[in-house]
């Protein structure tokens, strides 16, 4: 479904949905902590995620773990007797009666501690020392923990374990993952699939290199013609971009359907495949077709996906159009969104104006990151430019200014709809599905659950805060039109009954049953 450092083509998911994912060699691990298989290699006969366990730099908190031992025994996947740490967490999970928790804690306190008798008592006597609820409150603790185990959830266990790495707790944190890196799986049914990502976001964050890994990943991409095979086929198999597509086209087509000229400015053109449907119905508009001209912005580093420059985008439309003897003009304008200045648009007085922020304005830093707030400035931009319509489609989920624990389960559920989806066009075992699921929607998972600051890039948001933000630049709603809604709605049937469209509050929504993937609206 990075931020302006735009995530090539919208014509499949956006951020990591239009990335690749590389060989972890390019993560840039700290010598001691590379993982032993990389989840993104193209060798497809690990079935497992395996996962690292480096605890140091938590990013949540600040404060590192000291003991080398551990975090060097943790990290190892074959929990080897001769590492007692792994040994005694092997030996919890593997308990069956409760009662024998108590000594395999000080098992536990032993491989951490160390044998020294005193520390060990200070930990044995805590009720002495004034704290007489400390021990069951943390026998408490580890029995829920191992409930949680037993139950083979994976998206229970998921939940639990970020929150001990948001609670910075170490013991918990490389239970719970040296138990789900034995249940996830890349090539397993959706929720192993996508467990395997969260679980790759989790380790990213304790080890800080979330930032690394989005940057690496964005620098060694498959082949331009690859990639773009990887979005066809999302876009192919996945509606949500058609959705956003066709509804933001229909906003646009009835707002000039007298206009005899019509500029377009589009934020992050991509491979500029949204506009061909527009060119189409345009052509065939009673008394010929307006003169068109499109202002194209995206940022260079979105060149690899269409394997060249914005150059690329303009020669496609134009002979798309002249096929239609559609009059058509095309503006290169290769800048992040966060840097476009007034004169950069070259409005022309008078000229009719469409404006589209499709899956883009997410990217776009705000009062959150620094004290330059791009997301409200760019449409204060657009509104002084006073255009005739305004389109916003955004994927319909909280990341931006959420505490980690919440927007890891956002993220968590929003995934969980999207790997769902997918299953039901692509087979299970189809190296294609690999391929989309890696290279396309991976990359934005890591980001949101491993960075934070200015590094996190993917800050999406719910639609009532983009209509707040909308309506202080001065915007107010655009009525949709009811004729594109009868048509998404044709649209969806070819796929899944499960997806759920319809019109709340003036918006459109996408939904895979109970969750909603997408919102789009448009204003004046």
């Keep these: 479904m990075q931020a302006s450092q735009k995530q090539g083509s919208r014509d499949g998911y956006h ?25 993104f290699s193209d060798d497809r006969s690990q079935s497992t995620a395996p996962i690292g366990y480096p605890f140091h730099n938590s990013p949540s908190t600040g404060s590192s773990v000291s003991q080398p031992d551990y975090q060097s025994n943790a990290s190892d996947p074959n929990h080897s007797p001769d590492h007692p740490i792994s040994s005694a967490v092997s030996g919890i999970c593997s308990t069956d009666d409760f009662n024998d928790l108590r000594h395999k804690l000080r098992e536990l306190e032993t491989a951490m501690l160390g044998p020294d008798s005193d520390i060990l008592e200070a930990c044995n006597n805590m009720s002495v020392l004034g704290e007489p609820n400390q021990i069951s409150l943390e026998t408490d603790k580890w029995e829920q923990v191992m409930e949680t185990i037993n139950r083979r959830d994976i998206k229970e266990m998921l939940i639990e374990c970020a929150r001990a790495v948001g609670e910075n707790d170490p013991l918990t944190t490389e239970w719970l993952m040296s138990e789900l890196r034995q249940m996830v799986s890349v090539s397993g049914d959706p ?31 498959p082949a331009g013609s690859e990639l773009l095979s990887y979005m066809h086929l999302l876009y192919e198999v996945c509606p949500i971009f058609k959705f956003g597509y066709m509804s933001a086209n229909g906003a646009i087509a009835e707002a000039m359907k007298d206009e005899n000229v019509i500029h377009i400015i589009d934020f992050q053109i991509a491979q500029g495949s949204q506009w061909v449907t527009l060119i189409q119905a345009l052509a065939s508009r009673p008394g010929g077709p307006p003169r068109i001209r499109i202002t194209g912005i995206d940022d260079s580093t979105s060149a690899y996906a269409r394997g060249g420059g914005l150059d690329i985008v303009g020669q496609r439309l134009s002979r798309f159009a002249e096929s239609c003897k559609v ?69 319909e989920f909280n990341t931006n200014t959420t505490p980690f624990f919440l927007r890891f389960v956002h993220t968590l559920n929003y995934f969980a709809a999207v790997f769902e989806s997918i299953d039901v066009t692509l087979l299970r075992e189809s190296k294609e599905r690999v391929n989309v699921e890696q290279h396309c929607l991976a990359r934005e998972i890591v980001n949101v659950i491993a960075c934070e600051g200015a590094e996190r890039v993917e800050r999406h948001e719910l639609l009532g805060k983009w209509r707040s933000r909308f309506s202080m630049a001065g915007f107010v ?7 594109v809604n009868a048509t998404i709605g044709t649209l969806l049937e070819s796929y899944s009954g499960k997806y759920r469209f319809e019109e709340r509050d003036g918006a459109l929504y996408l939904g895979w049953m109970n969750q909603d993937l997408v919102a789009s609206c448009a204003w004046k």
């Excluded at 951020?15 to 989840?39: F, I």
């Excluded at 709603?477 to 004729?483: A, R």
Aim: with cysteine; proline share 10%; charged share 20%.
């Design 191 to 221: 929720i192993q699939r996508l467990g395997a990502y969260m679980l790759e976001g989790l380790v990213a964050r304790l080890a800080s290199s979330g930032s690394t890994i989005y940057k690496a990943l964005k620098c060694k991409e």
């Design 15 to 39: 951020g990591p949905y239009y990335q690749p994912m590389q060989e972890l060699e390019s993560y840039a691990w700290p010598p001691s902590h590379n993982l032993d298989h990389s989840l």
């Design 327 to 395: 009059p058509f003009e095309f503006h290169a304008l290769p800048v992040s969104g966060s840097k476009v200045e007034l004169q950069d648009l070259r409005v022309r007085p008078g000229e009719p104006l469409a404006v589209n922020f499709a899956f883009m304005l997410h990217h776009m830093p705000d009062e959150s990151v620094g004290p330059q707030n791009h997301r409200d400035r760019l449409l204060r931009l657009v509104k002084s430019l006073s255009p005739k319509i305004v389109t916003l489609v955004e994927q």
């Design 477 to 483: 709603p655009y009525p949709l039109n009811s004729m």
